[in-house]
C-alpha cells in the first residue's frame, strides 16, 4: 500500500516538475525566436541621476524596451504559448504572459528625450542625456547616462491676480494648499499642483465659470548664464475676456425624474412642474416616488455658494439610493447679468422590483431531496427608495431504497422565511437628523423564522429580529448601531428515541439541536479607513466592537421580586440550574468586546507588508454560567492562524490527548477547542507575480501568524487559562506562502500553512518545525497513534475568495 501511494506521489509530481523544466528552458531561449538583425534588452541603466529621482526617471524607459526581472516567469509563459516554427507568434497571440523586451532604436530615443525632459522638469535645466547600446550575442544592454548639471532652486515667489476676490480666497487658503516655497528646488509637478488646487478652490467657493487655462506661470533665470542657479517664480491669474470673474449662487433646483428606465420623452419638457417648494421643483413623470426622500440628498441649497462637492456629493447619494440607472446635472442661467445658475437634475429610474428563484435536489448515502427558495426584492417599497427583501425557503430530505417511492420515507423537514427592509436614512424617534454628507445612513429592520424538524430527533424553532442604524461620521468612519437585537432559540431533542452512542457520536449536533435561550440586548461596532482596504497606500485600520446582552432582562427580572441564582441546582438536580426565565427560556447575560487592528504599509509599486492584531474577550455573568458556544472564539482557519485547521488550537496549553477515548474526541471536536479570549498576530508581504496569467494578475504573498484561544478560568483546567506569564508558551507559531488571483471584482486566494510552533506540547517538543524537517513519520504515527481519530499535519492548506485580512 505504501508502495502506491509513493507510486501516486511520483505520478502528481512529474508534470509540475516537468513544467518547470520547460519554463527554465524556454527562459534561457527567448533569442532563438527572432530575427538575426534583432536583440532581446537584457539590461537597461540610468546613470548619474540623483537617488531620490532615479525611480521615477526609470518610469520614463518605454515599456517595450524594459526587461523583465530575472526571477519572473513572464516571458517564459509566453515563449511557451506564442511561439511556432521558430518564430514568435504576429497573430491569435495566447494572453499568457508577456513579450521579451526587443531593441527599438526609436524607443531608446523616445527614452533619451523623455528622461531628459524629466530631469529639466525636476529643476536641472542644463541637462542632457545620452543612449548607448551594445549587443552581444542577440542580447543588448541599454545605458541612459545623465549629465544633469546643477539643480536650479526657487528664489522668489510673486503673483499678478487680476481679481482681487480670487487673490482674497487664494491667501486666505494658500498655507493649507501650497507646495511653493523659497529654497525649494524647481519642480514643474510643484507648479501643476497648485494650478490643480487653485482650481479646486475656485470652484469650492463659487466660481462656476473659472477654468484651468486661466492659471499659468511665469520662471525668470532657468536659462545657462545663470551663476547662481536660481529661478523667480510669478503665478498669473487672469480674468476672462469678459471681464473680472464672478462668483455664483444657486437659485433654484429642478430635479426631474423619467417616466420610465428608458428616459425622457421629447414631450416631458412641456408638463414640468412650476411649484417650488424650499427652492427645489420636483416632477416625477413616474408616479413612483415621494418627494421628501428624494429631494432630501440634493446638496445644492437655493443661495449657497456653487460649490463642486455639493454637485459631487448630490451624485454620490443619488446614486447610492439604488433606484437610478443614471443622474446628470446641468446648469443653466436665465439671465447672464444675475449672479444665479440655477441646477437640473436629471433622474432615469431602474427596475424597481426583482425575483430569484433557486433550487437544488442533493443525494447522499441513500437519501434524496429537495430545496427550494425563492427571493423577492422591492427597491422602492413606500415609495421612498426603501429596499424590501423578502426570502422564503424549504427542503424535504427522504430515505430512499428497499422498493419504496421517493419521498414515501420522509424524515427531514426544513422551513425559512426572513424580511428585511433598509430605509435609506436614520429613524430615531423625536430625532430627525440630517446627514448624509459622509455616506448614506441606513435604518434596517430585519425578522427571520427558522423551523426545522428531524422525525423522532428532534424539532429546532429560532426567530430573530433586529433594528440596525448605520452611518458615516467622516468618509473613513462608520459607526453601526443595534439597540435591538431578539433572538428566541427553541430545540427539543428527543432524547428517549436515541441511544447513547449516537449521542456521544454527535455531541456537537446535539448540543445545537436541544438549546433552549432567550437572548435580549444591543450591538455597536466602530470602523475606520474600510474605505481605503483596497487601495495600496500606508494607514491604520481599526474596526472596534462590543455585544452586550441580558442586562435590561435581569433588571426587569429584579423589580418584579423573582431571584435566581444559576450556581445553584433545582431539587439538587445538576442538569437543571436555576436560571432566570423570560418566556419559559433562560436568557443569556454577557459582555464580548472585540477589536481588530491592521497597520498596511505600502513599499512601491504592487508591494505591501500588513501587521494585524486581532483580539476578543467574552465574559458571561449574572444569569448565565458559560458563553453561548456560538459567541466563544476559535483560532486557526483561512484569516487567522493558518497553518492549523479552524477550531483545532488550544485553549492554551490543551492537548486532546487527554479525552479519554476516540469516541470522545470524535463527539466534541470543535466544542473542546472554543475559548472566552483570543488574541491573534499576523505578518504578511505581499507582492505581484504576473501581470498576465489566464486574464489576470497573479500575485504571492508570504506570511507569519501567531496566536492562540483561553478560558478566563482554571474550571476546565489550569493548562486553558490565560496566564501572562506562560503567554510566550502557549502561543501557536506559523508560517506559510500564498497566491491570490486578482480579476479585479474579487481574488481567488490559495494559502500553505506550515507549523512552526504547537504550544499542545511541551518544552521543545513545541517546536515542530524540527520534527517536520527530521522524523516526520515517526512523529506523526506516534500522535496519531494517541489522539484518534485525529490525525497530524504540519502543513494546512486554504482556499477562499478575498484577502485574508
Known amino acids: 500500500m505504501k508502495a502506491y501511494q509513493y507510486l501516486i506521489n511520483i505520478k502528481l509530481k512529474s508534470p509540475a516538475i516537468l513544467l518547470l523544466i520547460i519554463v527554465l528552458i524556454q527562459a534561457c531561449s527567448s533569442t532563438k525566436y527572432i530575427a538575426d538583425y534583432q536583440a532581446i534588452v537584457k539590461k537597461v541603466t540610468i546613470d548619474s541621476v540623483d537617488a531620490k529621482f532615479e525611480e521615477q526617471?526609470?518610469?520614463?524607459?518605454?515599456?517595450?524596451?524594459?526587461?523583465?526581472?530575472?526571477?519572473?516567469?513572464?516571458?517564459?509563459l509566453y515563449n511557451l504559448f506564442n511561439t511556432k516554427d521558430g518564430r514568435y507568434k504576429t497573430n491569435n497571440i495566447k494572453p499568457f504572459g508577456t513579450p521579451p523586451a526587443i531593441l527599438d532604436s526609436a524607443l531608446v530615443e523616445i527614452s533619451r528625450t523623455q528622461i531628459q525632459k524629466f530631469l529639466n522638469n525636476k529643476g536641472y535645466f542644463q541637462a542632457k542625456v545620452s543612449a548607448d547600446i551594445q549587443v552581444k550575442d542577440k542580447k543588448a544592454e541599454v545605458k541612459f547616462k545623465a549629465q544633469p548639471g546643477p539643480a536650479y532652486f526657487i528664489d522668489k515667489l510673486s503673483d499678478s491676480i487680476a481679481s482681487p476676490n480670487i487673490k482674497a480666497v487664494y491667501n486666505a487658503n494658500k498655507p493649507a494648499v501650497t507646495h511653493l516655497h523659497s529654497g525649494m528646488q524647481y519642480d514643474s509637478?510643484?507648479?501643476?499642483y497648485e494650478r490643480e488646487q487653485i482650481y479646486r478652490l475656485m470652484k469650492e467657493n463659487g466660481y462656476f465659470y473659472f477654468l484651468r487655462p486661466y492659471i499659468n506661470f511665469d520662471v525668470f533665470g532657468a536659462d545657462a548664464s545663470s551663476k547662481t542657479h536660481k529661478v523667480d517664480v510669478k503665478l498669473n491669474v487672469t480674468n476672462p475676456p469678459t471681464g473680472p470673474h464672478k462668483q455664483y449662487t444657486i437659485g433654484y433646483t429642478h430635479m426631474v425624474?423619467?417616466?420610465?428606465?428608458d428616459g425622457f420623452p421629447d414631450s416631458a419638457r412641456y408638463k414640468l412642474s412650476k411649484d417650488t417648494v424650499n427652492g427645489i421643483i420636483f416632477t416625477d413623470f413616474s408616479k413612483r416616488y415621494r418627494r421628501n426622500p428624494i429631494v432630501r440628498y440634493d446638496f445644492l441649497k437655493q443661495g449657497d455658494l456653487f460649490d463642486i462637492r455639493n454637485e459631487n456629493l448630490t451624485y454620490d447619494r443619488l446614486y447610492e439610493l439604488n433606484i437610478f440607472k443614471n443622474v446628470k446635472i446641468d446648469y443653466f442661467n436665465r439671465d447672464s447679468t444675475s449672479n444665479k445658475i440655477n441646477a437640473a437634475i436629471q433622474l432615469i429610474p431602474q427596475k424597481v422590483m426583482s425575483n430569484r428563484v433557486e433550487g437544488e435536489v442533493p443525494f447522499n448515502g441513500g437519501t434524496v431531496g429537495f430545496n427550494l427558495s425563492n427571493t423577492y426584492t422591492n427597491n422602492n417599497l413606500f415609495r421612498g427608495a426603501e429596499r424590501f427583501e423578502l426570502q422564503v425557503k424549504g427542503g424535504l430530505q427522504s430515505r430512499i431504497g428497499g422498493g419504496q417511492t421517493?419521498?414515501?420515507?420522509?424524515?427531514?423537514?426544513?422551513?425559512?422565511?426572513?424580511?428585511?427592509i433598509t430605509v435609506p436614512r436614520l429613524?430615531?424617534?423625536?430625532?430627525?437628523?440630517?446627514?448624509?454628507?459622509?455616506?448614506?445612513?441606513?435604518?434596517?429592520?430585519?425578522?427571520?423564522y427558522i423551523y426545522a424538524l428531524q422525525k423522532d430527533v428532534s424539532v429546532r424553532r429560532i426567530f430573530i429580529n433586529s433594528i440596525t442604524y448605520d452611518w458615516f461620521e467622516t468618509k473613513s468612519k462608520?459607526?453601526?448601531?443595534?439597540?435591538?437585537?431578539f433572538e428566541y432559540r427553541f430545540g427539543n431533542l428527543e432524547e428517549d428515541k436515541i441511544d447513547a452512542s449516537t449521542l456521544l457520536n454527535n455531541f456537537y449536533y446535539s448540543q445545537l439541536l436541544n438549546r433552549k435561550d432567550f437572548t435580549l440586548g444591543m450591538k455597536y461596532n466602530y470602523t475606520l479607513n474600510a474605505n481605503k482596504l483596497n487601495q495600496l497606500r500606508t494607514f491604520v485600520y481599526f474596526r472596534g466592537g462590543i455585544d452586550i446582552a441580558g442586562n435590561l432582562l435581569q433588571t426587569i427580572s429584579r423589580l418584579s421580586g423573582s431571584k435566581h441564582n444559576p450556581n445553584n441546582f433545582i431539587d439538587g438536580d445538576s442538569s437543571r440550574r436555576d436560571y432566570g426565565t423570560i418566556l419559559g427560556l433562560p436568557y443569556n447575560q454577557y459582555i464580548r468586546p472585540e477589536v481588530d487592528i491592521r497597520w498596511y504599509k505600502h513599499l512601491g509599486g504592487e508591494r505591501q507588508f500588513v501587521a494585524r492584531l486581532n483580539a476578543g474577550v467574552g465574559y458571561a455573568y449574572g444569569n448565565t454560567i458559560d458563553m453561548p458556544f456560538e459567541k466563544r472564539f476559535f483560532a486557526g482557519g483561512s484569516s487567522g492562524i493558518r497553518a492549523w485547521q479552524a477550531r483545532t488550537i488550544g485553549p492554551g496549553n490543551y492537548n486532546r490527548a487527554t479525552l479519554s477515548s476516540d469516541l470522545v474526541r470524535k463527539a466534541i471536536f470543535g466544542l473542546d477547542q472554543l475559548g472566552d479570549l483570543r488574541i491573534e498576530t499576523n505578518f504578511e508581504y505581499r507582492y505581484k507575480l504576473l501581470d498576465k496569467f489566464f486574464g489576470a494578475t497573479l500575485k504571492g504573498a508570504a506570511f507569519v501568524d501567531a496566536g492562540n484561544v483561553w478560558n478566563l478560568t482554571a474550571i476546565d483546567g489550569e493548562e486553558k487559562m490565560f496566564k501572562f506569564k506562560k503567554l510566550g508558551q502557549q502561543l501557536a507559531l506559523g508560517t506559510g506562502l500564498g497566491l491570490r488571483y486578482d480579476v479585479q471584482y474579487f481574488v481567488f486566494r490559495f494559502d500553505v500553512g506550515l507549523k512552526l510552533k504547537d504550544?499542545?506540547?511541551t518544552g521543545s517538543d513545541q517546536w515542530v518545525i524540527s520534527k517536520f524537517l527530521s522524523g516526520a513519520r515517526d512523529f506523526k504515527n506516534d500522535y496519531n497513534a494517541t489522539h484518534g481519530p485525529d490525525t497530524y499535519r504540519f502543513i494546512q492548506y486554504n482556499f477562499g475568495i478575498g484577502m485574508p485580512f
Not at 421517493?406 to 428585511?420: H, V
Open 57 to 76: 526617471a526609470y518610469n520614463y524607459v518605454q515599456k517595450d524596451l524594459r526587461p523583465a526581472s530575472a526571477f519572473s516567469i513572464n516571458v517564459p
Open 189 to 192: 509637478d510643484s507648479l501643476n
Open 257 to 261: 425624474i423619467a417616466p420610465n428606465p
Open 406 to 420: 421517493p419521498f414515501k420515507d420522509i424524515y427531514q423537514r426544513d422551513f425559512s422565511i426572513s424580511a428585511s
Open 427 to 448: 429613524i430615531i424617534p423625536f430625532y430627525n437628523p440630517v446627514l448624509g454628507g459622509n455616506g448614506m445612513p441606513h435604518t434596517t429592520f430585519s425578522s427571520s
Open 478 to 485: 462608520l459607526h453601526s448601531f443595534t439597540p435591538l437585537n
Open 759 to 761: 504550544p499542545q506540547f
